[in-house]
């Protein structure tokens, strides 16, 4: 398993919008984004081992692109453009100036740093529920962290120039942007209150629950490697904390795929950060 510092960033991938059912159908640059996304060769052996991945997706599978009413949904559509994102590719790198932003689908992007050490942490997690690359509409246009896939799957993304064209129109895309950024606030903030004050237990039970709210099925494709560098702890530690939580009956966890058996009696474990986070995220929920 490569730490997620140490994977390279290739550039994320078109997913192929064309119904060729051919041995290698590349990406089709004229297809249409909205079109049924169909997998090309290696995305379908991929998507053997990373079962979360669907085949067909459409933009309003992710929460803040289905809250905008018609009008402020309509300039965006025809540049919405279907992406694979893969477990371990870079979406941004510390310092990069954005070019898109990324609605994720399917996909999990972890907004992780990494130490002049080389230790690492996440601060955040993104899924279906919220959009990567807040940096370009606050202005400041790069961070000194980067945004890693740690779920692979599928999201849209949306150049730069329509973005901020609709965004400082005022509209309710502005509107959606700036209450997931003030949740995104609120979950980095409570992640390093968390990471100060509470066990690896109770975080692994938090991080998994929220794992699981982003995913469309339910079992979590993860090694203890990875796990340890998001959580920025040592893998003896995730294997103590996750061998506790098998051992209660609360998750099954062989050869890198966690089930959630016993969601409520997970969430009993987790501190209370899983809570406000969620709690806080419904409130700032899109209202369009
Ligand atoms: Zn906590």
């Not at 329509?162 to 903030?189: E, K």
């Amino acid at each position: 398993m490569t730490p997620l510092h140490q994977a390279q960033a290739p550039a994320l991938q078109r997913a192929p919008a064309q119904t060729h059912r051919g041995p290698h159908p590349d990406a089709h640059p004229d297809a249409h984004p909205e079109a049924p996304a169909q997998p090309h060769e290696p995305l379908r052996q991929h998507a053997h081992h990373h079962p979360q991945i669907q085949p067909q997706t459409h933009p309003h599978q992710n929460d803040l692109l289905a809250s905008l009413p018609a009008a402020d949904y309509e300039p965006l559509a025809a540049l919405l453009e279907p992406v694979v994102l893969r477990l371990g590719d870079t979406v941004y790198a510390p310092g990069q100036q954005l070019s898109h932003v990324v609605f994720p689908i399917s996909a999990v992007v972890s907004l992780h740093h990494v130490m002049a050490s080389g230790s690492t942490a996440e601060t955040a997690g993104v899924g279906h529920e919220g959009v990567v690359g807040v940096a370009l509409f606050m202005g400041g246009g790069a961070t000194p962290s980067s945004a890693v896939v740690h779920t692979s799957g599928w999201g849209y993304r949306l150049p730069r120039g329509v973005l901020m064209q609709q965004f400082d129109r005022g509209g309710a895309l502005q509107r959606v942007l700036l209450r997931y950024t003030q949740a995104l606030m609120t979950q980095i903030a409570q992640t390093a209150v968390c990471y100060r004050h509470h066990s690896i237990e109770q975080q692994l039970s938090g991080w998994l629950m929220a794992a699981q709210d982003r995913m469309a099925l339910g079992e979590l494709v993860m090694t203890q490697e990875l796990l340890a560098s998001l959580l920025g702890v040592r893998r003896e530690s995730i294997t103590q904390a996750a061998g506790k939580l098998q051992q209660q009956g609360h998750i099954s966890y062989r050869r890198g795929h966690i089930t959630v058996l016993n969601p409520q009696a997970l969430r009993a474990t987790a501190c209370e950060c899983y809570g406000v986070v969620k709690a806080e995220l419904r409130r700032l929920a899109p209202v369009g």
